[in-house]
């Protein structure tokens, strides 16, 4: 029996559990996506810092992570953009010569009621809350087969750490966009999955709920509308970007080799229907 077992690669140095790895991070210049930058980095990884707007603040990330002993270098480039994309590529290619961890987080809301929904709207969406998944895990994977794996470097060919939401599987009306696109990064991340680990490349999502970041301030900033959003927390209190990124290096550490296909809420609860505590 004894044999049989595999035996995990577990780094050297347990406080730098994602040393020699390289990672790219879209949408890092604020939010959720900063946070994973910063965590990926202090975690030992160096990190590509991907933004569409806002350099000066792509910048601040990247000496960020570069005090906190990691390498780090900013990318522009517009996720929903194949040719864009595939540039960024390059680029990370060229400068850190491979790519071991992917955060597909660039996303964006465009809110409507649904009758006044534009098409834009709808498609602006769909381009980057969902193609730009695409896309980048796309580039991400070819890397991931080129390169195989590295046993010294992590136990995976390559790890994708889709961001989603708790609207992969809650309904949300006013924003059918994009609870439409995070529904299809469900399918996306467990499609590709199943494909690829046979490969060892390992594919999960990470399903936030309401995290204090800009997209979603008007539900946080002022008293009333934070004590509307809290009826919807069991855990009592709005997220904070770290939340989230501690789970993204967990995720693309090898201490979660088995873990693959699966989307890890955190949410406070708020997937746990919390009208029914006192109802129904
Ligand atoms: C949305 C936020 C929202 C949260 C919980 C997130 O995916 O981007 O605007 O607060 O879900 O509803």
Redesign the pocket.
Known sequence: MRKNLTIVNTSPDPLKPLKNQKALVTGANSGIGEACALALGAAGADVAVNYVSRPEEAERVVQSIKQSGSNAIAIQADVSREDQVQAMFAEMLKQFGTIDILVNNA?L?RDSPFQDMTLEQWNTVIAINLTGQFLCAREAVREFLRRGVVPDVSTAAGKIICMS???EV?P?GG?VN?AAS?GGVMQLMKSMAQELAPKKIRVNSIA????KTP??RS?WDTPEAEAA?LK?IPAGRAGVPLDIARVAVWLASDASDYVTGTTLFV?GG?TLYPGFATGG
Do not use: E
Request: hydrophobic share 50%; proline share 5%; net charge neutral.
């Open positions: 996303g809301q939401s708790v609207h809650i949300w924003h994009y995070k936030p709920g309401a995290i997209i979603n539900a959003l919807l949410d708020m």
